[in-house]
């Protein structure tokens, strides 16, 4: 679940189109990404956490390889591959590693819940790296967010039977380190590939983490081979919850806009909270039902999808 988009949705202009057609991608969008976090523990649990990153990433590569150079995006690959490669380790890389390391711990649900957080995260790193100052109300948006991050680890919400209080922490503070990378890459995007074609990016971002995860996946390889079942999982993750999911992104960003793409940041954890119960069997507590809206509440204020709607003075 790249961040990646937020720039790249900041500089694609929309087509306008029958409300019914992007509406279905951006649930199937949701549907992947939510996903993702049932394949990542599936994965995880029999690959460890920086081979099941690495083996995700060097699908999608080998997806979206093929279908950037038959698109003719080649030259722009070797022309800009010192940043992609950067990014894709802040896009990618990092984060997917986190993402399964904190899955080893606590549930699905909780994992995409807090990954929700990733555009504030994101406002953040521009706000330092650009010197772009939110307005008041985002402000305060970014402090409810957090608020409902700081609520739903307050109570250990979704950790797995037998594991401690610390190891939910731990846990905790993975996703949140991923979000954050999530930010950084954002903006990388944004400073070193502005204008480079999307698919340019997805690719060269899934070969530069490839890249990075390789040596450390290769290390930390499982003694005995995996299952069918979590070979199976890993597929689906590289093929369709990176390759396929970005290609629908870069498509809804077409269709409806960049401000109505970005929503899809509020059906992945409704997604994962689902796939969680009915595949895994993992239970959705009221508490965190309530952090997952405060949370949700606040980046909608932090991002500007939600404005408040200030009284404005008569004219004298």
């Known amino acids: 679940m790249t961040t990646t988009k937020n720039n790249i949705a900041a500089a694609t202009p929309a087509k306008p189109l029958a409300p019914t057609a992007w509406l279905i991608d951006l649930v ?18 029999e ?73 504030m995260f994101g406002a953040l790193v521009a706000w330092a790296w650009f010197r772009e100052r939110p307005a008041n109300w985002r402000l305060v948006g970014l402090a409810i967010g957090f608020a ?35 930010g950084i890459s954002a903006s990388a995007t944004r400073a070193y590939l502005g204008g480079v074609p999307a698919l340019t990016t997805a690719t060269g971002s899934q070969i530069g983490a490839t890249a990075f995860l390789a040596l450390p996946a290769i290390w930390l390889w499982p003694a005995q081979m995996p299952s069918l079942r979590a070979w199976l999982a890993l597929l689906a993750l590289g093929i369709a919850c990176t390759g396929v999911a970005y290609i629908l992104f870069f498509r809804l ?44 509440c606040g980046v909608a204020l932090s991002t500007g999808i939600v404005k408040p709607g200030w009284p404005r003075k008569a004219a004298a």
Request: with cysteine; hydrophobic share 60%.
């Open 253 to 296: 960003i077409e269709r409806a806009g960049p401000a109505r793409a970005l929503t899809v940041t509020f059906l992945v954890p409704v997604f994962a909270l689902f796939y969680g119960a009915v595949f895994l069997g993992e239970s959705i507590t009221q508490w965190m039902l309530i952090c997952a809206v405060v949370i949700v």
């Open 28 to 45: 199937l969008l949701g549907a992947l990404w939510g996903a993702s976090f049932l394949f990542m523990r599936i994965g995880a649990a």
């Open 47 to 119: 690959f460890g956490a920086l081979p099941t990153a690495a083996v995700r990433v060097a699908i999608a590569a080998l997806f979206l390889l093929p279908i950037a150079l038959l698109r003719g995006q080649g030259p722009s690959l070797a022309k800009h591959w010192k940043a992609s490669l950067l990014v894709g380790v802040f896009n990618s890389g990092m984060p997917f590693a986190l993402f399964c390391f904190a899955l080893l711990t606590i549930n699905t649900g909780l994992a995409a819940v807090l990954n929700a957080t990733t555009p």
């Open 148 to 182: 409902g991050v700081a609520m739903l680890a307050s109570r250990n919400a979704g950790l797995h039977s037998g594991a401690s209080g610390n190891a939910a922490l731990f846990a905790v503070l993975a996703c949140l380190g991923a979000c954050l990378c999530y």
